[in-house]
């Protein structure tokens, strides 16, 4: 039957770049059986985010959203993550963040606190802060993983191990908050063989999520990995 996996993304209006990271996993997930469902902050932003306040001041070329027909949502996040995650359920949660949205993450997993506590939903955190920070991140009270270096294979061998009811504790590259409150800290597996790589799972992310400025105008854009490590 497989897991749901829900990705919440943190992030600004403005930072348009679609995250590869969660566009893979969301691929292999799938390619693993899994159902993915994705919540983007990115468009709740009120103030236009980080390029629109340059793009205010001038320190931008001014740019138009509408030119591509791109909104502002105009109903509040809250609601929308709230109502997402009582329809679609998961059974694991997987955060992603940059430092500079660490803050805005921890905001998104405590609006819906009730429903990780009611149903013990384990919850991932992974990216560059998780990893060079793990100490800080698995200390938040709804954070009991973290992903340290790579997610491929510790996010399907996770689920594998939620679907069928074992232990993860032992699973490479996660840090695992016990109930004692202490820390189980796994080593690092090998690399992930990158030409088993499948292709990005751009469909999650809206169209809108392709699109950003630049000197003042809109280009559809993918990022591209050229190394790793």
Not at 102 to 126: A, H, Q, S
């Amino acid at each position: 039957v497989g897991l749901k996996v829900l990705f919440l993304y943190p992030n600004t209006y403005g930072m348009n770049m679609l995250p590869p990271a969660i566009a893979l996993f969301s691929s292999l997930l799938k390619q693993n059986g899994h159902e993915v469902e994705l919540f983007d902050s990115t468009y709740y932003q009120d103030d236009y985010g980080l390029e629109g306040t340059r793009a205010n001041r001038l320190n931008v070329v001014a740019f138009d959203p509408n030119e591509k027909g791109i909104k502002m949502r105009t109903s509040r996040w809250e609601d929308d993550l709230r109502e997402q995650i009582n329809t679609f359920s998961p059974d694991l949660i997987a955060l992603s963040a940059t430092e500079d949205m660490w803050l805005l993450g921890t905001r998104l997993l405590e609006e819906i606190e009730d429903y990780i506590t009611k149903n013990r939903t384990p919850v991932i955190f992974g990216g560059v802060f998780a990893t060079f920070a793990p100490e800080i991140a698995i200390q938040h009270r709804l954070i009991n993983l973290v992903c340290v270096g790579e997610g491929e294979n510790a996010l399907i061998e996770l689920c594998r191990r939620i679907e069928r009811g074992d232990s993860f504790n032992n699973v490479t590259n996660l840090w695992v908050k016990q109930s004692d409150g202490s820390i189980i800290k796994n080593p690092i597996s090998d690399p992930y063989d990158i030409n088993e790589t499948p292709i990005l799972d751009v469909n999650l992310f809206e169209t809108n999520r392709l699109y950003r400025p630049m000197a003042g105008k809109w280009y559809k854009m993918l990022p591209m990995e050229t190394m790793r490590g």
